[in-house]
């Protein structure tokens, strides 16, 4: 069972940064769309940050250029670096890779990594 690990998350002031990282060990055939959603208490999940296989990026509109998403395909990784992080950005943050296990499988997967805890505050 593929399973996505990520670390990186904790308690930071605000202005201050963190940086998410998600990886797998798995072997991988082949790696399509990578992201990031947070999902804060008592409000849905929402778009972080996503990265095509071509490097093209997608960000929430609260983003305003504080973070950055990157990728290392070798490594079956994503990151995300956020820099003057605010009270607001507290939430559980979740990756996302859509990939294929096999040459044999003909669509995209979806796998969800299981969260990690960013608290923003003094």
């Known amino acids: 069972q593929l399973q996505l690990v990520e670390s990186g998350g904790g308690l930071v002031q605000p202005g201050g940064s963190l940086r998410l990282s998600c990886a797998t060990s798995?072997?991988?055939?082949?790696?399509?769309?990578m992201g990031w959603y947070r999902q804060a208490p008592g409000k849905v999940r929402e778009l972080v940050a996503s990265?095509?296989?071509?490097?093209?990026?997608n960000y929430g509109d609260f983003v305003k250029g504080r973070f950055t998403i990157s990728r290392d395909n070798a490594r079956t990784a994503v990151y995300l670096q956020m820099n003057s992080l605010k009270p607001e950005d507290t939430a559980v943050y979740y990756c996302?890779?859509?990939?294929?296990?096999?040459?044999?499988?003909?669509?995209?997967?979806?796998?969800w990594g299981g969260g990690t805890l960013v608290t923003v505050s003094l």
């Open positions: 996302n890779i859509d990939l294929k296990l096999t040459r044999y499988d003909r669509h995209w997967i979806r796998y």
């Open positions: 798995t072997n991988i055939f082949s790696i399509n769309a």
């Open positions: 990265i095509t296989s071509g490097d093209m990026t």
